[in-house]
């Protein structure tokens, strides 16, 4: 398997929904991932989740993603 660098991921869920950012720190590796984005969208759409964003981005975060957790929505 050729080495792809550091990867950094952010999806974020909204009920059937899913939002997602790749930080990939090769070029290469970024344009792996751009050319299967569709394959991506499709995988989501098989378990029953819209992919309403999959953003691609070359490079690193620029900062510390929040961590995994619980959040509650008090308005709805």
Do not use: C, H, N
């Amino acid at each position: 398997m050729p080495q792809t660098g550091a990867v950094d991921t952010l999806m974020t869920l909204r009920a059937d929904s899913v939002a997602v950012t790749l930080w990939a720190e090769s070029g290469e590796t970024a344009a792996r991932f751009r050319a299967d984005v569709d394959a991506l969208r499709e995988a989501f759409g098989d378990v029953g989740l819209e992919a309403t964003r999959i953003d691609i981005r070359r490079g690193r975060p620029s900062a510390e993603p929040q961590k995994a957790g619980y959040f509650v929505d008090w308005r709805t």
